[in-house]
């Protein structure tokens, strides 16, 4: 391959990688913090699409696509509350739950969703940072989606939260140790509940970066199981919100090979490269999950601990 047409390819990468990795880094983002109190949300990718959804609907009926945005961290929010409710109750299997959750999520958006696959929602404007250079594919690799921007920014806020301030710590101590948390006088239940929320939330706006900028559109196959990969990828990256993004971008890069051989004119195989990210999830959960080192930097209280 020639020297132009390996840069071509290296520098789509990059471009697809930020583009792919947000929503995986949203709802990696989101899974951390809930996992960090204790619960495992397996119903993310429900909320994915469902979020995706709505922040189409809330775009096109408002012509606002913030609004869409809000719009979707609202309906993560309310999958996330009823999650964080019902796994509360004596005998709910968080892992069971999530998972009914995420079918619930799906077939709603799915029935709800038939009216927007046609119509043309106003969607999120980009970040020009390569503006300043005279190669397109440099300027591309450049336009940077804010979402993706705020994500980066969130990680590292995570980061220092959790090992700073009150809050972050005392999240960790209930999804460390049920007994200490609760003779420290922590609401563990309500903290639990706020905390899926939250992570709820953060997975719908992953949703609407899906639906308002990359690809842009609402449809029914529009998430492809990227909330279940986003779940492991939250094990891969230990439970840390920095690790989360590299995790994500990693990921990103994967999507991001079939279209960027493509932009050169490499088309063969095509379908077998936009297989990259599913078979780079079972390889990552082969090498990392032994027995050894499966639960390393788990929180304690996880179902998958007990």
């Keep these: 391959m020639h020297v132009d047409a390996i840069t071509a390819v290296l520098l789509a990468m990059l471009g697809g990688a930020i583009r792919v990795s947000t929503p995986f880094l949203f709802v990696s983002l989101g899974e951390t913090i809930t996992e960090k109190a204790g619960r495992i949300n397996?119903?993310?990718?429900?909320t994915l699409v469902m979020g995706a959804m709505s922040a189409y609907a809330a775009s096109l009926h408002s012509s606002q696509p913030w609004l869409g945005v809000l719009a979707a961290a609202g309906a993560g929010a309310v999958?996330?509350?009823?999650?964080?409710l019902l796994a509360s109750l004596r005998r709910v299997n968080d892992i069971a739950l999530g998972i009914a959750l995420m079918l619930l999520g799906t077939g709603l958006a799915f029935y709800?969703?038939?009216?927007?696959?046609?119509?043309?929602a106003p969607t999120l404007t980009a970040f020009h940072f390569g503006a300043w250079s005279d190669s397109p594919a440099l300027r591309s690799a450049l336009d940077i989606n804010?979402?993706?921007?705020?994500?980066l920014v969130l990680a590292f806020a995570l980061h220092w939260a959790f090992a700073n301030t009150r809050l972050g710590l005392t999240l960790r101590l209930v999804g460390d140790s049920e007994a200490a948390a609760r003779a420290a006088g922590a609401a563990v239940i309500p903290i639990r509940i706020a905390a899926t929320v939250f992570g709820g939330a953060l997975a719908g706006v992953g949703g609407a970066f899906l639906s308002l900028f990359y690809p842009g559109s609402w449809n029914e196959g529009l998430s492809n199981g990227q909330g279940i990969m986003a779940v492991a990828l939250v094990?891969?990256?230990?439970?840390?919100?920095?690790?989360?993004?590299?995790?994500?971008l990693m990921f990103g890069a994967a999507g991001a090979i079939g279209p960027a051989l493509q932009s050169v004119g490499i088309s063969s195989g095509y379908y077998l490269f936009n297989a990259a990210p599913y078979a780079l999830t079972l390889l990552l959960m082969t090498l990392t999950c032994s027995r050894d080192t499966s639960l390393k930097g788990a929180p304690g209280e996880l179902s998958l601990n007990r």
Aim: include cysteine.
């Design 42 to 46: 397996l119903g993310l990718e429900g």
């Design 235 to 248: 094990i891969f990256a230990r439970w840390q919100p920095r690790r989360c993004v590299l995790a994500a």
């Design 146 to 151: 804010p979402l993706f921007v705020a994500g």
């Design 79 to 84: 999958f996330g509350l009823l999650h964080g």
């Design 112 to 120: 709800w969703g038939k009216a927007y696959i046609q119509p043309q």
